[in-house]
């Protein structure tokens, strides 16, 4: 089994565990091709099976000597439990790299999740960035995202473990299909893969490098902190294009409504978090901010032609002239 560790060197590698089949694998994994790593759980305390998954998360890292971090979770209200688990586990693992400083997050995705996803994401209306979003390493503001499994299937993992006799947990929630993505991997992913894994392979690999072409001449031009200045381009898809990688990067994902509105309306907040902007020239990007600016500062906007929505940031952050002289 092939694993996609080459660019894993850091000392610092935070695992982010379940004691499910691909996460199980991969611990042992890593374990075997010398790469070290910590471990985080979550337990959302929804199955009374969750205690046996910890304490199996427990056991492992005593036995191998590695750092554990566990969060305990009690949701009051389990509407849309999918995205609020998401965002639980991401925060956590977040406040652990800050505080301890490690430098890569490993997760456990595999080929069925990177087909899952596609399909949920081609059900809804997506482009090509969108549809292909699960890398191998992905950039953060301060780690790095690792998927060392993404071109490996279920079977293969739940072959490897069997092999070697390692234990692993099956979350029975994880076939209850009033959860969407249970739905597209029962129906669709699982089938799909089994047929077709070799195939699903290339064409993921093509469109990977497709979508690498595609970005070649949309990198800001202008970067400061959260700030991002663009070339404007005459083709709406590409200019959406360059608004949708930067507001990823930030953790929004869009909807066609949002891409639609923002090129109808060329000034727009995101969430109430994200200021875009489309001008003659430039597309702006920066957090939303709201601060009193003085009248000096708005007359050299004015001249400069800053949007009104992305000056209170600069303002904040106090780069007007390195802006200036750029766009000079």
Same mark, same amino acid.
């Given at each position: 089994m092939i694993l996609q560790i080459s660019k894993i060197n850091t000392c610092k590698n935070l695992l982010a565990f379940s004691a499910g089949v691909d996460s199980s694998a991969l611990f042992f994994l890593l374990l075997n091709n010398n790469i070290p790593f910590d471990i985080a759980i979550v337990n959302y305390n929804m199955r009374e099976q969750s205690k046996e998954e910890v304490a199996y998360a427990q056991s492992l890292a005593q036995k191998y000597n590695k750092n554990i971090y566990l969060k305990e979770v009690?949701?009051?209200?389990?509407?849309?439990?999918?995205?609020?688990?998401?965002?639980?586990?991401?925060?956590?693992?977040?406040?652990?790299?800050?505080?301890?400083?490690?430098?890569?997050?490993? =997760?456990?995705?595999?080929?069925?999740?990177?087909?899952?996803?596609?399909?949920?994401?081609?059900?809804? @209306?997506? @482009?090509?960035?969108?549809?292909?979003?699960?890398?191998?390493?992905?950039?953060?503001?301060?780690? =790095?995202?690792?998927?060392?499994?993404?071109?490996?299937s279920k079977n293969d993992l739940l072959k490897y473990l069997d092999q070697n006799n390692i234990q692993y947990f099956l979350d029975k929630s994880n076939f209850d299909e009033k959860y969407r993505r249970n739905y597209f991997r029962k129906n669709y992913a699982n089938k799909f893969i089994e047929e077709f894994e070799d195939g699903i392979k290339k064409s993921f690999e093509y469109l990977q490098?497709?979508?690498?072409?595609?970005?070649?001449?949309?990198?800001?031009?202008?970067?400061?902190?959260?700030?991002?200045?663009?070339?404007?381009?005459?083709?709406?898809?590409?200019?959406?294009?360059?608004?949708?990688?930067?507001?990823?990067?930030? @953790?929004?994902?869009?909807?066609?409504?949002?891409?639609?509105?923002?090129?109808?309306?060329?000034?727009?907040?995101?969430?109430?978090?994200?200021?875009?902007?489309?001008?003659?020239?430039?597309?702006?990007?920066?957090?939303?901010?709201?601060?009193?600016?003085?009248?000096?500062?708005?007359?050299?906007?004015?001249?400069?032609k800053l949007p009104k929505n992305i000056r209170p940031y600069i303002f904040k952050e106090d780069f007007l002239n390195e802006i200036c002289n750029t766009l000079n």
């Open positions: 009690i949701l009051e209200n389990n509407s849309n439990f999918e995205k609020k688990a998401r965002d639980i586990r991401y925060s956590f693992f977040e406040e652990i790299i800050e505080e301890y400083s490690y430098e890569t997050l490993i =997760t456990a995705h595999q080929l069925n999740d990177k087909l899952e996803w596609f399909l949920m994401q081609f059900s809804k @209306g997506a @482009g090509l960035p969108e549809l292909i979003s699960f890398e191998e390493f992905k950039k953060k503001e301060n780690y =790095t995202i690792c998927r060392p499994l993404i071109n490996i490098k497709d979508v690498k072409s595609l970005n070649a001449n949309i990198e800001a031009f202008f970067v400061k902190k959260e700030l991002e200045i663009y070339n404007l381009h005459n083709d709406d898809n590409i200019n959406i294009r360059i608004i949708d990688k930067s507001l990823k990067k930030r @953790g929004f994902l869009l909807s066609k409504a949002q891409r639609d509105e923002i090129i109808k309306q060329k000034e727009c907040v995101i969430s109430h978090k994200i200021s875009v902007n489309l001008s003659s020239n430039y597309i702006f990007i920066a957090p939303y901010v709201e601060v009193n600016m003085n009248k000096k500062f708005k007359e050299k906007c004015r001249l400069y």
